[in-house]
T-cell receptor, first 115, second 114 residues
């Protein structure tokens, strides 16, 4: 596709369930980012990949959050034992190389609601 | 820790007016600053990206300026239209240490009245 795609677009989970969120970056983009956006807030950085290497995971809020990009393309963000405070929109972005001059292109996000 | 603040939090103006959105950041060590637009239920659309060595960028009716030393940026929208209604987000890319991701403000929710 032409842009970043994410699935599912909406996810409802019961507290304690595990969820997996998928991101398909723009074809050929080396860098991939995950952000979390709570209601009424700006996005907050979670983690960053360059190809399959996770170079920065300093923004992951707890060890219940795990991200991978095994083949350097599609990425999955997994949240174990979901809590109500995990309810947010999860945004994925990709950029061509990862240079400081690169623009990040964002997907539509996955809205996660934890009941 | 880098903090980004956007003022005002919300703005409602009649169609046709020129308007200015403000963004400030606490750490001037940045690679670049980017303005995004976010429509309800959609992702972010990049509007303008200003490198740290640049002073401004223009695209159509939009003009963004950057004063890195004072930690400020403005987004100027000329001749506003109802289609400009959205949330506008300012984000900086840090120059040193820590995360390689963007640091965002909370956004300005803009409504253009027809």
């Amino acid at each position: 596709g032409a842009g970043v795609s994410q699935s599912p677009r909406y996810k409802v989970a019961k507290r304690g369930q595990d969820v997996a969120l998928r991101c398909d970056p723009i074809s050929g983009h080396v860098s991939l980012f995950w952000y979390q956006q709570a209601l009424g807030q700006g996005p907050e950085f979670l983690t960053y990949f360059q190809n399959e290497a996770q170079l920065d995971k300093s923004g992951l809020p707890s060890d219940r959050f795990f991200a991978e990009r095994p083949e350097g393309s599609v990425s999955t963000l997994k949240i174990q034992r979901t809590q109500q405070e995990d309810s947010a929109v999860y945004l994925c972005a990709s950029s061509l190389v990862g240079l400081s001059t690169d623009t990040q292109y964002f997907g539509p996000g996955t809205r996660l609601t934890v009941l | 820790k880098q903090e980004v603040t956007q003022i005002p939090a919300a703005l409602s103006v009649p169609e046709g007016e020129n308007l200015v959105l403000n963004c400030s950041f606490t750490d001037s060590a940045i690679y670049n600053l980017q303005w995004f637009r976010q429509d309800p239920g959609k992702g972010l659309t990049s509007l303008l990206l200003i490198q740290s060595s640049q002073r401004e960028q223009t695209s159509g009716r939009l003009n963004a300026s950057l004063d890195k030393s004072s930690g400020r940026s403005t987004l100027y929208i000329a001749a506003s239209q109802p289609g400009d209604s959205a949330t506008y987000l300012c984000a900086v890319r840090p120059h040193r240490g820590g995360a390689d991701g963007l640091t965002f403000g909370k956004g300005t929710h803009l409504i253009i009245q027809p």
